[in-house]
């Protein structure tokens, strides 16, 4: 059974910073996109950042503007999200997604295996 299982969300001022983490287990996505999607109350879901099974490619959401930074580590089979300057509009639930075959990594569409989500809530 494959999980991915997010960490790291919760309640930060404007300004903080979080840093969210996503284990995978149940298959190894070493050979596959990851990345980052997120969805706010009343929005769809939106790609926030991607990367691909090499870190040779990234690709971030225009809104992040330079203050997110995802990483992977294959060893591990994981993937985080380093955010920085955290806005209220950032107030979501983030989502951990893994093997994004078919949705492309720029701007993309969506995932094939997705986590639980972790909230995010930014104070202003």
């Known amino acids: 059974q494959v999980r991915l299982v997010e960490s790291g969300g919760g309640l930060v001022q404007a300004g903080g910073s979080l840093r969210l983490s996503c284990a995978a287990s149940?298959?190894?996505?070493?050979?596959?996109?990851m990345g980052w999607f997120r969805q706010a109350p009343g929005k769809e879901r939106e790609v926030v950042a991607t990367i691909s099974w090499n870190s040779d490619t990234t690709y971030y959401a225009d809104f992040v503007e330079g203050r997110f930074l995802i990483s992977r580590d294959n060893a591990k089979n994981a993937v985080y999200l380093q955010m920085n300057s955290l806005k209220s509009d950032d107030t979501a639930v983030y989502y951990c997604?893994?093997?994004?075959?078919?949705?492309?990594?720029?701007?993309?569409?969506?995932?094939?295996?997705w986590g639980q989500g972790t909230q995010v809530t930014v104070s202003s």
């Open positions: 149940g298959r190894t996505f070493k050979n596959n996109g």
């Open positions: 997604a893994a093997d994004l075959g078919g949705f492309g990594l720029v701007r993309s569409r969506g995932a094939h295996y």
